[in-house]
């Protein structure tokens, strides 16, 4: 489907004061609110003289945040606060049936309404303090806690949605959260730092209340699970930063590293149901939607790496690399989505008012698959090379130019999963799309 129109109202106050007390640095508060009333259809869809359908949706997002900052002591500083965040949806997808599933005309058509979010909302209350400790001249202690109050609730259940999950009503969620790290400055050009956290997060409002409606870039209806648990990272994570300031043809060299091990539980995933069948085109591949649900055992582990060389005055060249092993020990397979091994280089020309770059990007082939999730082939290596230059015609007004994928290869992005989403022109609707070709484009930046 297709958005008709979007008309969106936003309204927004901030506060700050500075220094209000000797111990009281600074206040910041915050409050927000949006509407959101959107339309979509297929009317310019291949299946609208099958099928039509037209989904109003209504959309309200309201939220504020108080933060204190405090100077306990010359080394100590602590931040606390409370912040909200109200979310509520609302929308049905009408559908007019034109055609029986042989392609014979229906007269009259039938008309069916799903609800799609069936008047849904989350409410998220929470609290929470930082604190920063200056342990010695090179030493800093960074610590933290949270606490979420999730209130949610759906109130105008589909039918089959309450037969899959019958006992529906107000849920009320407690989620803490905590972090510390330490960094060690091991002299004035590298500094090491160790991290570790257990973040906490509640499902959102289309893991748990969705009904049979395509939300991501794949052809797949999804449904939503009001019975998700929380799902909690705890991760550790080793970083090291460095710099050297040079004299002669280098002029600087940078260097950094990081590696991180993320255990979860609960981990939140869409996954498709064999035992259920999708409600809009039911005779369209795919067949079978997909349900989000928990696993009990999941991980993630990567690295980055970069390097940087300024030389000659006006030359910069950058390597960046990084790579991500992911694994669902519950279904014995990668978890969706996993990025696969992605190296990028860059030279940089800058002189006066002119500069000029050239980027390489190397993505190699991700044959770690989540089949569950309709990973079913391997997505290609491929290689990509941009030309970007401008010129500052004034003080903070830059005019450019650039190509990207200039060599015009046709690749697909492992993190994309676009699909046509509709059979058309003798071609499958679950044939992948291809990212963007050769791509010229001019621009023009005011920076004040």
Avoid: C
Avoid at 125 to 136: H, I
Avoid at 170 to 192: G, M
Avoid at 226 to 240: I, K, M, T
Avoid at 391 to 399: D, F, T
């Amino acid at each position: 489907m297709d958005s008709d129109y979007d008309d969106s109202s936003m309204l927004s106050l901030d506060y700050f004061k500075k220094r209000p007390s000797k111990t009281l640095r600074n206040i910041k508060a915050k409050a927000y609110y949006s509407y959101v009333d959107h339309l979509m259809s297929n009317s310019r869809r291949g299946n609208f003289n099958t099928v039509e359908a037209v989904s109003p949706v209504e959309a309200t997002t309201a939220g504020g945040r108080f933060e204190l900052e405090w100077k306990l002591d010359e080394f100590w500083t602590l931040f606390t606060g409370t912040d909200a965040l109200l979310i509520s949806r609302d929308g049905v997808r009408n559908r007019l049936v034109k055609q029986n599933p042989m392609g014979m005309p229906l007269d009259p058509p039938v008309a069916f309404i799903d609800k799609i979010w069936q008047n849904s909302f989350i409410n998220d209350y929470g609290l929470f303090a930082e604190s920063r400790y200056k342990l010695n001249s090179s030493t800093v202690l960074n610590a933290g806690v949270r606490y979420d109050l999730v209130h949610s609730n759906i109130q105008n259940p589909a039918s089959d949605f309450q037969a899959y999950y019958p006992n529906l009503g107000n849920r009320k969620e407690n989620n803490f959260s905590a972090t510390v790290s330490l960094k060690k400055l091991l002299n004035w050009d590298n500094q090491l730092e160790f991290a570790f956290g257990r973040g906490v997060r509640s499902a959102n409002m289309i893991e748990r209340f969705i009904n049979h409606f395509q939300v991501g870039q794949d052809p797949f209806e999804y449904i939503g699970n009001p019975y998700l648990d929380a799902e909690v990272n705890n991760q550790f994570e080793v970083a090291y930063t460095g710099k050297k300031i040079l004299d002669g043809a280098i002029n600087r060299l940078d260097w950094g590293a990081s590696v991180y091990f993320s255990h979860f539980e609960n981990y939140i995933v869409a996954i498709i149901d064999p035992t259920k069948t999708r409600k809009f085109m039911p005779n369209q591949e795919p067949l079978n939607p997909k349900v989000f649900r928990n696993l009990e055992d999941a991980y993630k582990t990567g690295f980055e790496a970069n390097f940087g060389i300024d030389f000659y005055n006006n030359f910069q060249f950058d390597a960046e690399v990084a790579y991500v092993y992911a694994r669902n020990e519950d279904l014995s397979e990668s978890l969706p989505l996993t990025p696969p091994l992605r190296s990028k280089f860059s030279l940089q020309y800058n002189k006066n008012k002119f500069w000029a770059a050239t980027d390489l990007i190397f993505v190699s082939q991700q044959d770690e698959l989540a089949t569950s999730f309709g990973e079913n082939q391997a997505t290609p290596s491929y290689e990509l090379v941009d030309f970007r230059l401008g010129y500052e015609l004034i003080p903070g007004l830059n005019l450019g130019t650039a190509i990207l994928n200039a060599f015009d290869e046709q690749y697909y992005d492992h993190l994309n999963f676009a699909y046509r989403n509709q059979a058309n022109a003798n071609l499958s609707g679950m044939e992948r799309l291809t990212d963007p070709g050769q791509n010229f484009t001019v621009f023009v930046k005011y920076s004040f």
